[in-house]
């Protein structure tokens, strides 16, 4: 077995006892990147010469016994909307052209404090809105396992990254989706923890109420070793909550006995292809053979969750973007005065679906449309979280598919906006609810793409996913973890 087909918490025990050095991992990812990364661009900017001055430092780190963690000289990737101090973060749009920001992100900190070692930002949509990277300043991310399809999105660079062995672990953000849409298309784990759990300080806004950084891992093992590595109380985030420290590893060998597991109908709807249908009640039929209690039941209002998702993301998104005029950072296109400098900068530094956004959430905010969009889309939002809270009285897991189809080619979506919010209907719901969501494989449809299974627990609940996702996966595994990094079909 080759250094690449190990997990990150693998990688960084060999690191540890001396096996593997950490050069040694980073100049193996390098290589990797260097045969695949022009047909997959999964990075927006590579700093490979960072890395390198930095991994002599942390091998001596290592070795004198001060980073000691699990994660110590793990090459990891970050989503290019999380700032990183002195590398430029452009959130894939022209709008931040120039922009090297002069502090990390929390989430950034963190992961360095636990000895990760940083390749580079990955691709995404720009400023997060999307699902394909198409929406990219930067061009579409391709999928490792099926290079004409996308890898899913808005975090598909950091999902295509872990999948193709462009670097061990990587960091997302998800919003609708962003997180567990991308690692179910490219057959990862992808975790959004509960709001409040990892700091937004340093994640480029787009929609604070919903906004949340997360992991991308080949594993379980290695997403509860993230998680724990970055989930922090941060007094610079007003949301940030004060949590007991995440225990999560020890979640993994207890099993779902007894654990009451129900299935939302409402996420079996006409759009889901029959394959992932079939594969998600195949794992549900398995953890119901291992003691789970398994039901299903109607959940209720997930019909209304796309536009209100889309209602609030837009008119959060309308405000949270005012900010780029061209003053502050970023691109200035000068004007003949004040406002058309503002006018010009934002025509020029925004592409199209950003522009839509934001004219949608600037017409759901104004004067007498207020109340007949956005406030009722508060409502709808209360609702769906009502329903979710009055699930959780019967269960302690929700488990569903992540997403409607397997990846899809590159371009299917057109250009028809609709058609690819529809595509968010199963994850869009967790972030209207602040719950902790998770997809994991499990499966692969006839072309051999990865299918994602979604389990969703209550606030704070993320080690009862942890239980049932490690004892899935145990079920499951050596399935893809054979074929990683391989463009096998
Ligand atoms: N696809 C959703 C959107 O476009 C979710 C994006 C995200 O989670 N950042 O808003």
């Not at 045969?35 to 930095?54: F, H, I, N």
């Not at 806004?205 to 950084?213: H, P, V």
């Not at 006409?270 to 003691?291: F, S």
């Not at 929700?398 to 080619?409: E, N, R, Y």
Request: glycine share 10%; hydrophobic share 35%; aromatic share 8%.
């Amino acid at each position: 077995m080759g250094i690449l087909d190990l997990t990150a918490v693998e990688l960084g025990e060999k690191i540890r006892i001396g096996e593997v050095g950490v050069e040694e991992a980073l100049e193996t990812v390098a290589e990797r990147i260097q045969e695949r990364e022009e047909k997959l661009r999964c990075y927006v900017t590579l700093d490979l010469e960072g890395a390198r001055a930095k991994a002599r430092l942390l091998q001596k780190r290592i070795q004198d016994g001060e980073a000691s963690g699990p994660l110590a000289g793990v090459p990891f990737a970050v989503k290019d909307n999380l700032c990183t101090k002195g590398v430029r973060t452009t959130c894939g749009s022209r709008i931040l052209e120039g922009f090297v920001p002069p502090y990390d992100a929390t989430v950034v900190h963190n992961l360095e404090k636990a000895g990760a070692l940083i390749l580079g930002k990955t691709n995404l949509d720009e400023f997060g809105m999307g699902n394909t990277t198409e929406r990219s300043l930067a061009g579409a991310t391709h999928n490792p396992w099926d290079e004409e399809r996308s890898a899913g999105g808005s975090s598909g660079g950091s999902a295509a990254a872990v999948a193709s062995g462009e670097c061990f672990a990587a960091l997302g953000t998800d919003t609708g989706g962003s997180i567990r849409q991308p690692a179910s298309h490219c057959g990862l784990v992808g975790l959004k923890p509960t709001y409040g759990t990892v700091s937004r300080y340093g994640l480029i806004a787009y929609c604070s109420s919903m906004d949340q950084a997360g992991s991308i891992t080949k594993d379980v093992k290695d997403c509860a070793a993230v998680m724990e590595a970055i989930a922090s109380y941060d007094e610079k985030d007003a949301t940030s909550i004060k949590r007991d420290a995440l225990d999560l590893q020890s979640a993994l060998t207890e099993g779902v006995r007894g654990l009451r597991i129900g299935i939302p109908k409402d996420y079996f709807g006409r759009e889901l292809q029959p394959e992932v249908e079939h594969a998600i009640r195949a794992a549900a039929e398995e953890l119901k053979a291992q003691g789970a209690i398994v039901e299903e039941f109607e959940l209720g209002f997930v019909r209304y969750a796309v536009p209100t998702y889309y209602t609030i993301a837009c008119a959060e998104a309308s405000s949270n973007l005012e900010r780029y005029d061209g003053m502050k950072y970023g691109l200035r296109e000068a004007g003949k005065d004040l406002h058309d400098t503002y006018r010009q900068t934002r025509a020029k530094g925004f592409g199209e679906e950003v522009k839509r956004r934001i004219m949608l959430g600037t017409f759901s905010l104004s004067e007498g449309y207020y109340e007949q969009y956005y406030l009722k889309a508060m409502k709808a939002r209360r609702l769906i979280k009502n329903s979710f809270d009055e699930a959780f009285q019967s269960y302690d897991l929700l488990l569903g598919p992540v997403a409607p189809t397997t990846a899809p080619h590159l371009g299917a979506m057109g250009e028809d906006p609709i058609q690819a919010y529809l595509a968010d209907i199963y994850t869009v719901p967790a972030n209207l609810a602040g719950i902790p969501a998770m997809s994991l494989p499990c499966g692969r449809d006839r072309q051999w793409l990865p299918i994602g299974l979604q389990l969703m627990a209550n606030r704070f609940q993320e080690r009862t996913i942890f239980r049932a996702a490690a004892a899935w996966e145990k079920a499951f595994y050596g399935f893809q973890r054979a074929k990683l990094g391989q463009h096998d079909k």
